[in-house]
């Protein structure tokens, strides 16, 4: 091993810059801001590439989607909720751009509260010591007796939830997106795991009208997913339930027979989950159409993709 020397780089073959292949180019670059411009003209300062081309390829999508009138779905948690973009998801509702919300069963705690007192989401940490968590008392007994009452009518949770806030005429309706999704007769759906809310452990929980009305909802939330051809559906900030639930529902949709192909995935996240990328972006996908991840700020992101769409659609 000591007679190991130093190679020698005399013979290294190299060949000219402009000869070889890569992968970014000046044409890609991103072009600095100016006064005035609209949030189109924003969007075509972003560089050609990765997320910058990515949100572009969005929104011509959404707007192709939208636009002819194929289904937008508007798949949710609870966070959108809670940092303020319900009026912002009701406005697309109002103006025909989604047709469709599915949400976990955190939403319905939220949106409520929202309709009811114009605020919600406690500071956990502080009350949890002293077992008040979750225990404010009109969020249980509404929402549950709506629930039970909807099971013995037949219908979905989401729709039970929006009858009865709007029923009861609460002061901040405008703001609920439950609310006004029944009155547009929009689809809104409700998909529940029993122990996740905090409605579950107050005294009228009614476990079998929980479970009728949130399967009520999924055989409607697929109904919706049969008809995504051409369409397609956001994922808003739910890394596990969502997820899950949409790839059930496609694998039953196209075991029945319906054509789900060509549509767009959009998974809208702070960071990567492994189930939204493989359950949302990746799998459903796979055949046809096109699965996208933009990570960022719900507060932020969100409203730059509809703020484009509104401007694109008008």
């Known amino acids: 091993m000591a007679d190991i020397r130093p ?37 075509e300062t972003l560089p050609n590439i990765l997320a910058g081309n990515d949100i572009k390829e969005i929104v011509d999508r959404l707007v192709r989607a939208a636009g002819s009138g194929k289904t937008v779905i508007l798949a949710m948690g609870a966070h959108p909720i809670k940092v303020g973009l319900s009026p912002i998801i009701i406005d697309l509702m109002d103006r025909g751009i989604i047709s469709g919300i599915a949400t976990n069963g955190a939403c319905i705690i939220h949106d409520a509260e929202v309709a009811i007192v114009g605020s919600t989401s406690e500071d956990v940490a502080q009350v949890l010591g002293q077992g008040k968590f979750g225990m404010a008392e009109e969020t249980g007994r509404l929402l549950n007796a ?3 009452e909807g099971a013995k009518k037949g219908l979905g949770l989401g729709k039970s939830i929006g009858d009865m806030l709007v029923r009861q005429g609460f002061p901040f309706n405008h703001l609920s997106i439950l609310a006004r999704a029944y009155q547009l007769e929009i689809p809104a759906t409700v998909h529940v795991a029993i122990g996740t809310d905090i409605i579950h452990f107050h005294p009228n929980a009614d476990g079998a009208a929980i479970g009728a009305t949130s399967h009520m909802d999924f055989r409607i939330f697929s109904a919706l997913v049969s008809t995504l051809k051409e369409g397609a559906l956001i994922n808003l900030g739910s890394a596990v339930i969502m997820p899950e639930v949409f790839l059930k529902a496609l694998s039953l949709v196209r075991n029945l027979g319906h054509d789900v192909s060509d549509f767009t995935t959009v998974n809208m996240d702070f960071i990567r989950h492994y189930r939204p990328m493989t359950n949302v972006v990746h799998r459903p996908t796979l055949d046809s159409g096109k699965g996208y991840n933009l990570v960022g700020h719900h507060e932020i992101m969100f409203p730059l993709l509809a703020a484009a769409l509104v401007e694109r659609l008008k």
């Open 7 to 43: 190679i020698s780089l005399d013979r290294v073959k190299s060949y000219p810059l402009k000869e070889r292949v890569s992968k970014v180019s000046t044409e890609y670059f991103g072009r600095p801001w100016g006064h005035g411009h609209s949030i189109a003209e924003w969007l």
């Open 146 to 148: 709506a629930i039970s």
